[in-house]
């Protein structure tokens, strides 16, 4: 085996044996659901990369871009983030804090067999939330503790150059998503006044569906100081699966209730015959995009790149999920006699809250100036709106608008074999992104939920690859 044929294997091995790492490993998430940018080079231009498409994370960008990526690529990207969401209460002058860190990874493959065709596969997590309420001190256990929802999507990519300087390409995605959340709720039965501590129990879910899906992208030269991007994603519904438990305080068992068939017994053992655990169903709709981009070189040094894109956040669904034995007995040993006696009938088959999206736009610029052959320094801004009306912002998801400041620089280049320091076996990628995202502050006019939220985040992506 030659040199270079080890080279490309060890790399193809070492990148095989990561994307096995990260497939065990899901990411955990953000309060908003798409802040991220899943390539490091696109981070540091404000995510503006659908027309410029000039390296391997064009597979989510534009896959039409694989088209004139030579030779065999290999890349991953990893971020690292922390941001923290404040909700100010002001009746009790308290601030309540969600700050959960995130870690991210995505990975590309790319292969152009022939002329004009490329080829790809990537594995990465466009949209991701997650809130943590867990000051002792939080009000609105019955709205939510921690709430999550983590996406990931399989890609493959077909691309082709179908005229000099045209290319498009179509995807095929298996998109995955999980979901959690964890509130209170209350037993409160009608003939029997008890302990409001005694009474609380918390129900926490996990869910978990996936469904195909597919996207299309087209890209564009007619000059070339000028490049033209778009990209379009389908909608894609997601059936969810999954399990409800249910976990008491430490007072239900400590406390002793009567029983119809005995003098006494633990208030813990009838919230265990009441509250049993369920299979439940939810759907969720990971939401359309459109994607418009220009790249544009004035001086050979210096390029300008401009994206707006539309997510119909509005199409998610609805918060809400469901026990299969809803409309039927949800537990049989929490019999009739008990339901009497007691004054209360099992009905927690459905849960939910009110999540009502609507659709974003975002507006994405960047610049990025090469110094030299091999360097290159990038700069961009992002502006995202909220996908939720001030009326409806809730502890469940907060999302808000914000500003996305980012700066990055990247190297690619020559990649040096170990034995023969002058022979290049192929290049060489190494990027890094920092951004900063403040959040506009926001008062909700949620009934009983009129608080204050602001946020800020801080982030690092770095990413590497290999070109044969």
Known sequence: MSLRHRAIFVAVAGLGSLLGFLLASPPLGAQDFSFHEVGTRAASLGGAFTAKADDISAIYYNPAGLAVLPGLRLKTNLLASKREVSAYLPQYDVTFTSDPSEYLQNIFLSWRPAKRIGLGFAYYSPYNAQTKWLDPRWLYEGVSIMAGMKTHTLRAVAAAEVLKGLSIGVTLDYVTVGVDWKHMIRFEPANYELEPEATEVRSNYELSGHAWGFAAGVLWQPVPALQVGARFQAATTVDLQGSNSFSFSMS???????????????????????????????????????????????VRPLSLYLDLQWDTWSRIGSWEFRSVKADEDLTPLFTEVYQEFWGIQPNYGTQGETLALRDTMKLKLGAEYRLGRWFAVRAGFARQESSLETSDVSPLFPDLARNIYAIGGGYEGPLFSIYEEDRAIGELSIEIALRYSPARSTTSTLPGLEMTYASERWSVGVGVGFNF
């Open 252 to 298: 239900s068992m400590q406390d002793y209730v009567p029983d119809p068939y005995m003098t006494a017994r633990p208030l813990a053992d009838v919230l265990d015959d009441f509250y049993r655990g369920q299979l439940v169903t939810a759907r969720l709709t990971v939401p359309q995009e459109i994607a418009l981009g220009i790249a544009l070189t004035p």
